[in-house]
Nanobody
Framework: QVQLVESGGGLVQPGGSLRLSCAAS????????MHWYRQAPGKQRELVAT???????NYEDSVKGRFTISRDNAKNMVYLQMNSLKPEDTAVYYC??????WGQGTQVTVSS
């Protein structure tokens, strides 16, 4: 059983920053794709960022230039650095490993 545990969410003002972390209970070295998704109230879950085992990254258009995904295979960690946050970034953020496992989510609220 693989466990993914997200942390780092919270309340932040517009323009602020947060760093989300995803801790995996197994080695992520061989997991091809690690992803961050988000789900806002009343909306479908959407893919925000992806990082491959080779370090290739991809981002949803609305977060390009503001969010950065990274992974530390030695620590079995995946991160999402979020800068210049906007109210529309408010959502529950989920870590997903493309071997079929989700984390429980962490709430991000951007509000003044």
């Amino acid at each position: 059983q693989v466990q993914l545990v997200e942390s780092g969410g919270g309340l932040v003002q517009p323009g602020g920053s947060l760093r989300l972390s995803c801790a995996a209970s197994v080695s992520i070295f061989a997991i091809r794709g690690m992803h961050w998704y988000r789900q806002a109230p009343g909306k479908q879950r959407e893919l925000v960022a992806t990082i491959t085992s080779g370090g290739i990254t991809n981002y949803e258009d609305s977060v390009k230039g503001r969010f950065t995904i990274s992974r530390d295979n030695a620590k079995n960690m995946v991160y999402l650095q979020m800068n210049s946050l906007k109210p529309e970034d408010t959502a529950v953020y989920y870590c997903y490993a493309d071997i079929g496992y989700w984390g429980q989510g962490t709430q991000v609220t951007v509000s003044s």
